[in-house]
């Protein structure tokens, strides 16, 4: 699986489409306009700064990745560069849009909780470092009725799973390990929706990596299966990977 190219992205910010909602634009907006890394609030610019500022005629760009800030937030896919400096970025990517229309594009509706990126061919949402100071507590059953207190990672998660060409049925959505529990739902032929819950301890815990496989079966135009070699129905699956660190 591939993931849709950062030309096809460039071009279509600069063709001036929009695939995000004006909240979410302002909000990326106003993070880029405080940001150290934005070009217009570099007091001292480097040779490479002043190449852009003058290639793209004065309009502020992103001193990282040298995208042009009015057109980097209008992408779904994009996310803030401080990412890539592995700083905690200040917005997130929403969307991850594969290449091939046969593959699956993932949108992230909670893009609060973390990055969402495509890494070796699986879609992973990227926590960060996640403080344990940050973490609620959450009051756990125990066999003597005297309730137990915890720090613990407890987040609802939301994902859409979309093809816009070709419909998909999803056969099974299967966390391997029990703190994870996915439930899905059919929205439409093309689209379902993930609810993923995860009740993670931490104590112990420096990293986490959290697999969640879907499993599905695609459809040709006319809603008939695709068939595999064995003329049976083509099943296919794709791994959505939620990771991050605990720091203490
Ligand atoms: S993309 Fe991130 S690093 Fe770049 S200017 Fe915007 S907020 Fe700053």
């Not at 004006?22 to 490479?48: F, M, P, T, W």
């Not at 990126?117 to 003597?144: A, C």
């Given at each position: 699986?591939?993931?849709?190219?950062?030309?096809?992205?460039?071009?279509?910010?600069?063709?001036?489409?929009?695939?995000?909602?004006?909240?979410?634009?302002?909000?990326?907006?106003?993070?880029?306009n405080?940001?150290?890394?934005?070009?217009?609030?570099?007091?001292?610019?480097?040779?490479?700064?002043?190449v852009?500022d003058?290639l793209?005629?004065?309009?502020?760009?992103?001193?990282?990745?040298?995208?042009?800030i009015?057109?980097?937030?209008?992408?779904?896919?994009?996310?803030?560069?401080?990412?890539?400096?592995?700083?905690v970025?200040?917005?997130?990517?929403?969307?991850?849009?594969?290449?091939?229309?046969?593959?699956?594009?993932?949108?992230?509706?909670?893009?609060?909780?973390?990055?969402?990126?495509?890494?070796?061919?699986?879609?992973?949402?990227?926590?960060?470092?996640?403080?344990?100071?940050?973490?609620?507590e959450?009051?756990?059953?125990?066999?003597?009725?005297?309730?137990?207190?915890?720090?613990?990672?407890?987040?609802?998660?939301?994902?859409?799973?979309?093809?816009?060409?070709y419909?998909?049925?999803?056969?099974?959505?299967?966390?391997?390990?029990?703190?994870?529990?996915?439930?899905?739902e059919?929205?439409?032929?093309?689209?379902?929706?993930?609810?993923?819950?995860?009740?993670?301890?931490?104590?112990?815990?420096?990293?986490?990596?959290?697999?969640?496989?879907?499993?599905?079966?695609?459809?040709?135009?006319?809603?008939?299966?695709?068939?595999?070699?064995?003329?049976?129905?083509?099943?296919?699956?794709?791994?959505?990977?939620?990771?991050?660190?605990?720091?203490?």
């Amino acid at each position: 699986m591939e993931k849709k190219n950062k030309i096809s992205v460039i071009k279509d910010a600069l063709i001036g489409s929009v695939n995000v909602s004006e909240e979410v634009l302002q909000e990326r907006l106003d993070a880029c306009n405080g940001c150290e890394y934005n070009s217009a609030n570099v007091k001292v610019k480097n040779l490479k700064t002043k190449v852009k500022d003058s290639l793209y005629l004065g309009k502020p760009h992103c001193t990282i990745c040298s995208c042009i800030i009015d057109a980097k937030v209008t992408q779904a896919e994009e996310y803030c560069a401080k990412y890539d400096k592995g700083e905690v970025p200040l917005w997130n990517a929403l969307q991850i849009t594969t290449n091939k229309t046969v593959d699956l594009n993932i949108v992230n509706l909670t893009p609060k909780a973390g990055n969402l990126v495509l890494d070796e061919g699986n879609y992973v949402l990227d926590f960060g470092t996640i403080n344990v100071d940050t973490l609620e507590e959450v009051v756990l059953p125990t066999m003597t009725g005297k309730p137990f207190i915890k720090k613990m990672l407890n987040v609802d998660l939301q994902f859409l799973v979309v093809n816009e060409v070709y419909p998909i049925q999803i056969n099974a959505v299967e966390a391997t390990c029990g703190c994870t529990t996915p439930e899905w739902e059919k929205k439409d032929n093309t689209t379902y929706k993930l609810d993923v819950g995860l009740i993670l301890d931490v104590a112990g815990v420096d990293r986490f990596r959290k697999n969640i496989n879907i499993r599905y079966y695609q459809k040709n135009i006319n809603g008939s299966f695709i068939l595999g070699t064995n003329n049976k129905p083509l099943m296919k699956a794709v791994q959505l990977a939620l990771r991050g660190n605990i720091k203490r």
